[in-house]
């Protein structure tokens, strides 16, 4: 099992800057990577960003350049960085950490969820 507390949203003007953190505890040697995404209501939850464990990275198209997701393994805590903010970037926001573990041979994957944090860009 792995718990995720997110933090970090608000409101901001666009163009401004807010920084998402994400909090992980439990099972964490069972983590193979932690990522955002967003939902925005009667749509469906799309990846924002995402990091493995050895720190390669991944981005949607959308936010390349404005946003940057990065990890502090001491703290088990990983960030996204959002500037350049837009309207369109309102949304609730979720952690995720996606673990691999191995049980009687058998390779078992999970995914965890954070409880969401609303972020909000007005124009």
């Known amino acids: 099992q792995v718990q995720l507390v997110e933090s970090g949203g608000g409101l901001v003007q666009a163009g401004g800057s807010l920084r998402l953190s994400c909090a992980a505890s439990?099972?964490?040697?069972?983590?193979?990577?932690m990522g955002w995404y967003r939902q925005v209501p009667e749509k469906q939850r799309e990846l924002v960003a995402a990091?493995?464990?050895?720190?390669?990275?991944n981005y949607a198209d959308a936010v390349k350049g404005r946003f940057t997701i990065s990890r502090d393994n001491a703290r088990n805590t990983v960030y996204l960085q959002m500037n350049s903010l837009k309207p369109e970037d309102t949304a609730v926001y979720y952690c995720?950490?996606?673990?691999?573990?191995?049980?009687?041979?058998?390779?078992?994957?999970?995914?965890?969820w954070g409880q969401g944090t609303q972020v909000a860009v007005s124009s």
């Open positions: 995720n950490a996606h673990t691999k573990t191995v049980v009687a041979g058998t390779l078992l994957s999970n995914d965890y």
């Open positions: 439990g099972s964490i040697i069972s983590i193979n990577s």
């Open positions: 990091i493995t464990s050895g720190g390669s990275t």
